[in-house]
């Protein structure tokens, strides 16, 4: 089946420490990427998104991530993290074969930052 | 207006009792969604409407019942839910069409706990 992968499950760092979160697709043909973060107990957030055109994209917060085609990847990482990092991150796709704005999500990994 | 809004944001109800949740962006978008997420677990795609047309049903049980009685607004009624349908419901909107400048804006969710 068709899915989005996250190997880490939960995550925890002290801050100033990088991060790096995993994000693996199976899905063929064209895909558009996104990163979302939900902090406790708020809305969805979009981080960053890839549709094309350079592979490393920058985003909000300090986050970039890296479209890696060879190896359905799409990691996500930060150079020195805070506290206020502390949150759920999910790795999402549109596949593009629909033509069709849905999105499917990774199964998330919790994020703590120890102060 | 950059908003999705759902209500109620909480909502607890019995097995046999029948109720609603409303959803509402005045952003112009084309497509409304719901999604579900349990706790710890990522959203996962309910239904999708495209022009107000109903395009995606992954496989939900009957007992959810969407309506999208215009493009600014999305419901969905509730009859006979089982406890394990408690969850966060999350309404998001969008342009039907994916492109850079369209991603989806999600709402805060409704809480709903089936007793």
């Known amino acids: 089946a068709q899915s989005v992968s996250q190997h880490n499950h939960h995550v925890i760092l002290s801050e100033a420490a990088s991060l790096e979160l995993g994000c693996n697709y199976s899905?063929?043909?064209?895909?558009?990427l996104f990163w979302y973060v939900q902090y406790p107990g708020q809305h969805l957030q979009l981080l960053l998104k890839?549709?094309?055109?350079?592979?490393l994209v920058k985003g909000i917060k300090g986050f970039e991530a890296e479209f890696i085609k060879s190896k359905f990847s799409f990691n996500l990482r930060k150079p020195s993290v805070q506290w206020s990092d502390t949150a759920e991150y999910f790795c999402a796709v549109i596949p593009d074969q629909t033509g069709a704005n849905n999105l499917f999500f990774g199964t998330g990994t919790r994020l703590t930052v120890i102060p | 207006d950059t908003e999705v809004t759902q209500t109620p944001k909480h909502l607890v109800m019995g097995m046999t009792n029948k109720k609603s949740l409303k959803c509402e962006q005045h952003m112009g978008h084309r497509a409304m969604y719901w999604y579900k997420q349990k706790a710890k677990k990522p959203p996962e795609l309910m239904f999708v409407?495209?022009?107000?047309?109903?395009?995606i049903n992954e496989s939900v049980p009957s007992r959810f019942s969407p309506e999208c009685p215009n493009s600014s607004l999305l419901n969905l009624h509730l009859h006979a839910l089982q406890p394990e349908d408690s969850a966060l419901y999350l309404c998001?909107?969008?342009?039907?069409?994916?492109?850079?400048?369209?991603?989806?804006?999600f709402g805060a969710g409704s809480r709903l706990t089936v007793l």
């Open positions: 998001a909107s969008s342009q039907v069409f994916p492109s850079e400048a369209n991603v989806l804006t």
């Open positions: 409407y495209s022009y107000e047309k109903l395009s």
């Open positions: 890839y549709f094309s055109g350079d592979p």
């Open positions: 899905y063929g043909g064209t895909v558009n």
